[in-house]
């Protein structure tokens, strides 16, 4: 029987379900047998699921399960193979016969699609079961498990002769395909790279924007450029480039000197490592920063509203006007429409802002949930540089010492240890700002 499906009429989950119960009679022991190029958690958990309810309804039992994949898909999953194998085995109460093997074709991509339940041979050595080749894959839009699903093609056979062959292939590609060991070390580094970085958070290093939010700056004309070489010079109290001058009227980079250093300068080489996305944070780490700067914001921004209040902005933007208005008149600067009120709004934005004057306070950027979009090389790139610089580092300390030491096999519980940690970042926060 062949057919489309997973378009207005059963789904291809469903035709698998249908091809057991008319090929499995009570008391028969199945194996069930999967090739695919594209697999994902879900999916599988909802096949397993329904061939096992399906086989148990018939009164039969399912004796095995193998499961082929793609390698280079395989290398690309961000689950542990254990993993999907307790997933198979919780199931279907399997203990030991679960097979997920990675399909290796020497580079080539291993594309085919089949489902099979087979069982034993018989007295006149033929097998009975069904096989169900198709164009679906392993996955939600392959099974028609989601609104967007694919309409794929299938083919339904209980052909004996069929059914020695799979079991054959199955048993060629279990043998005879496994991928080089690389590939295996390569997802058993993906995995622990996920566990890794998935603990914690990644913060970009931030450039301050208080030169261009405080600065205000005119656009010089030719006598303008002239004039601002003469010993008379009109703009004795900007600085001078060759075609603007500026000058910052109100001294939002003083506050931040005047306050004073909320994190230590050895803070972000203690608790933190370099990596391609910026500085990587163990979230309880991260939620002492949040912490710190949430108390602390409010001096900042205590500070900033006593120099720049609406009175001084008011005062500061009339004497402004004036200035342009003069140097207008001489014609030294170019035409600048709402140059003062510009200059006047950014202040009071970013006065009134916290997140931005948290970013100036700590000068590093929160990177939100990069792992869900970074592919698998760059998480494997991020996850050698790490490797390499705690390894060669001759006597670790804080993070990296962590790091180091979960690395290189030690009984290391990542939860505790960077709850150890954010501890001690915490005590020494609390006595920085006693300091």
């Not at 087979?118 to 498990?145: A, E, Q, Y």
């Not at 698998?376 to 390894?391: A, Y």
């Amino acid at each position: 029987m062949a057919s489309l499906v997973n378009e207005e009429t059963a789904t291809l989950l469903q035709h698998i379900k249908d091809a057991i119960e008319k090929t499995t009679a009570n008391d028969e022991e199945r194996t069930f047998v999967a090739f695919t190029c594209y697999i994902d958690r879900d999916a599988i958990d909802e096949l397993i699921s329904a061939v096992q309810s399906s086989i148990i309804k018939q009164g039969g039992h399912l004796a095995r399960v193998l499961l082929f994949v793609d390698a280079g898909e395989w290398a690309k999953q961000r689950i542990d193979r254990n993993e999907l194998k307790r997933l198979v085995r919780d199931r279907t109460g399997l203990i030991k016969r679960v097979t997920i093997a990675p399909a290796w074709f020497g580079g080539k991509l291993f594309h085919a699609k089949c489902y099979a339940l087979i069982g034993p041979r018989d007295d006149s050595n033929r097998r009975k079961g069904f096989v169900v080749l198709t164009s679906g894959n392993l996955t939600k839009r392959g099974l028609g498990l989601v609104r967007n699903h694919n309409v794929e093609f299938l083919h339904v056979s209980q052909d004996a002769d069929l059914l020695e062959e799979v079991s054959c292939i199955a048993k060629s590609l279990e043998n005879e395909r496994r991928p080089p060991k690389e590939y295996d070390q390569r997802h058993a580094d993906l995995m622990v790279a996920l566990e890794l970085f998935g603990s914690g958070v990644f913060y970009h290093k931030w450039t301050s924007t208080l030169s261009s939010v405080g600065r205000f700056t005119l656009t010089l004309t030719e006598a303008g450029r002239n004039a601002s070489i003469r010993s008379d010079n009109p703009f004795s109290d900007y600085e001078s480039k060759r075609e603007t001058v500026s000058r910052e009227p109100i001294q939002l980079n003083q506050v931040f000197e005047n306050v004073g250093r909320v994190f230590p300068r050895m803070f972000w080489a203690y608790y933190s490592v370099d990596t391609l996305l910026g500085r990587w944070v163990p979230q309880s780490v991260a939620a002492v920063i949040d912490e710190r700067l949430v108390s602390d914001v409010c001096k900042y921004v205590d500070e900033i509203k006593r120099i720049a209040n609406d009175k001084q902005l008011a005062d500061t933007k009339r004497i402004l006007c004036d200035e342009v208005s003069g140097y207008f008149r001489e014609g030294y600067i170019e035409e600048t429409e709402n140059v003062v009120d510009r200059w006047h709004d950014r202040v009071r934005q970013f006065r009134d802002d916290k997140e931005a004057v948290k970013l100036n306070i700590i000068n590093y950027e929160k990177v939100p949930d990069v792992l869900d979009s970074a592919n698998r090389s760059l998480v494997l790139k991020m996850f050698k540089g790490v490797r390499d610089r705690v390894s060669v580092v001759r006597n670790p300390k804080g993070l990296k010492l962590t790091i180091a030491s979960y690395l290189e096999g030690q009984n290391v519980n990542l939860d505790d240890a960077f709850s150890d940690l954010a501890g001690r970042a915490r005590e020494e926060l609390m006595h920085q700002g006693r300091g």
